[in-house]
């Protein structure tokens, strides 16, 4: 990777904690950017972390170490170091996926109910209250015998 490369990468994430930074929760487009730049910083995070871990361990399995190991202790500790950021990769990813849960509890919890009660109330407006034959009958209505509400001494 060239040194612009690597700058190019450091901007956008630099960029996308800025965005982060900036955003202030007035309405739910907020909150959908809100997740939308964590996801992507939590994925950015996720993939320079793992390929860092790649690198460091490769980088320490070169490691001549003890003559008499030819090499294998340095190779299985530079797995056990490189597990470290392994473990800070999948939390990165976790950070990302936060956001989108986040975001999908919002969904469910305020904007559902809300559209759910309009749709509510947009079928109700159709019915004509006042006599039907063939529908249930109501639980406080006198109905026939035997049926809910209904009474027959």
Partial sequence: ???SDG????SN???LVQQLEK???????????YARILRAIGLELHMRVAMDADMVSAILAQYKGKWFTFGVQSKVRSKLVGAHLKTGASAAKV???????MYASFVKHFIQ??????????????KKPGFSIG?????GSAGRPGEAGGRVA
């Fill in 113 to 126: 109910p809300e559209l759910d009660a309009e749709k509510k109330a947009r079928e109700g407006k159709g």
């Fill in 95 to 101: 950070l990302g996926l936060s956001g989108i849960k």
């Fill in 13 to 15: 994430l630099a960029q």
């Fill in 23 to 33: 955003i202030e929760f007035r309405t739910d487009r907020d909150l959908y950017q």
């Fill in 1 to 3: 990777m060239s040194e």
């Fill in 135 to 139: 529908d249930k009958p109501n639980a």
């Fill in 7 to 10: 700058e190019k990468l450091a």
